[in-house]
């Protein structure tokens, strides 16, 4: 598919409420409206049954992309011109596989702590679905979506370590219990794969997914 350019004044929309990932792409030359849709994580999950690890976040990141979309079309945002939408809707969603078991955000000090007592010394795979939405004259012309996997080496730090960063506040809010571009990167011996995608949103897989809706990237660099 050949590239549409992507006309001045067209809206770029991250639907994620994360700080890192808004930091990734305005870094990258992005700077895109923030729209959080509200959903259920769980509800979908569980009715997602068995479905692979790679299906799930994937699936995530396509719900949000549905409801920010949604928002958008029917005038549920004044920022948004429904009637003359066109542009592209970003969505993601991480969760971390660890032993054959995906977790979140823990939300609470002692579900942090003991994901990390898991994690410590393991390696595991941050798994970050994402979605793209190209939206032209007020509908939806193409959605794709896709995940991109990442393995994470774990430090085998001691309790204290695991409480004393618990304490900071910083891995109750992230995917996984940890961060690469914050304090949890000391706790980390490496990665391999994409840093972008550990950090929240993955470049190059952002990059193919805009290419298959007939955008490319560097049309949305500022």
């Not at 692979?52 to 958008?72: F, N, Q, W």
């Not at 029917?74 to 939408?85: C, K, L, N, Q, V």
């Not at 509908?139 to 996997?149: G, N, W």
């Amino acid at each position: 598919m050949g590239s549409t350019p992507v006309v001045r004044g067209s809206t770029i929309v991250l639907g994620s409420a994360s700080p890192a990932r808004l930091r990734v792409l305005r870094d990258a030359g992005l700077d895109p409206q923030v729209l959080v849709a509200d959903l259920d994580e769980d509800a979908i999950i569980a009715e997602m049954g068995d479905a692979s690890p790679s299906d799930v976040v994937t699936r995530l990141a396509s719900a949000k992309g549905e409801a920010i979309v949604s928002t958008i079309l029917t005038g549920g945002d004044p920022a948004f011109d429904a009637a003359r939408a066109d542009g592209v809707v970003l969505t993601c969603d991480s969760m971390l596989l660890l032993a054959g078991e995906l977790s979140g955000k823990p939300h609470s000090s002692d579900v942090a702590v003991a994901q990390w007592a898991r994690m410590r010394g393991n390696t595991g795979d941050l798994m970050t679905g994402h979605c793209v939405t190209r939206l032209r004259d007020g509908a939806v012309e193409t959605v794709v979506a896709d995940h991109k996997s990442t393995q994470i080496h774990f430090s085998d730090v001691s309790d204290d370590q695991i409480a004393r960063y618990v304490a900071t506040g910083e891995p109750l809010k992230v995917a996984g219990a940890f961060t690469l571009d914050g304090l949890g990167g000391w706790l980390l011996d490496g990665i391999t794969g994409d840093p972008s995608s550990v950090i929240g949103i993955s470049l190059p897989l952002t990059r193919q997914l805009l290419s298959q809706v007939g955008v490319d990237v560097t049309d949305l660099w500022q």
